[in-house]
């Protein structure tokens, strides 16, 4: 899980690392574009909107589990309605292609607060996906039947899943924003 956060972190700053000419900010907008309107993206975003929080089972560290994966789930819930509208504001223009010059762009800081958030995001994901091996052992030592902890237990590991590919896009997209802005500034 490690190379998770590591991977994340790591590109978000190697995206972000240099300057480009207008021809690739040109490039690297209609990449953001294309990932954004991605089959991949938008196959998440449903199964994202489509996740539901089971109700508590009794076992203090499965319901632990359910209850910082559905914390982590409003965050991502967050970042997917936050990405599109700084994506909007430091492009000028919606992922559709409609010019909007009413907006204000971002803050550098700003779009570097974002992918601090995401890093520690994909942390706690990472910690939480550390820890589902031991899901069937609590339910076995607690001695209920795997039925009634099923839910919570595909829950916990199905949302993480799409967790970490989210975070990887969505770090992916800021980082590619920071660079944007920051050879934007530079032309």
């Known amino acids: 899980m490690k190379k998770v956060i590591l991977g994340v972190f790591l590109t978000i700053l190697s995206v972000a690392a240099f300057a480009q000419t207008a021809d690739e900010i040109k490039a690297e907008k209609d990449a953001l574009k294309t990932e954004l309107k991605s089959e991949a993206y938008l196959a998440r975003q449903q199964k994202l909107a489509n996740l539901k929080v089971p109700d508590a089972i009794g076992i203090g560290s499965i319901d632990g589990l359910v209850a910082t994966s559905a914390l982590s789930l409003a965050s991502v819930m967050q970042l997917n309605k936050d990405v599109p509208e700084l994506y909007k504001r430091t492009l000028g223009e919606t992922v559709e292609g409609v010019t909007d010059v ?80 920051k050879s934007s500034n530079n032309l």
């Open 102 to 181: 009413t907006v204000k762009k971002p803050t550098l800081e700003e779009l570097i607060g974002v992918a601090a958030s995401i890093t520690t995001l994909a942390a706690s994901v990472a910690a939480t996906v550390s820890q589902i091996p031991g899901i069937a052992g609590d339910i076995a030592s607690a001695g209920l039947g795997i039925m009634k902890a099923k839910k919570s237990a595909v829950f916990i590991k199905d949302a993480n899943v799409l967790f970490i590919d989210e975070l990887k896009s969505q770090g992916k997209i800021i980082g590619s924003l920071i660079k944007v802005m």
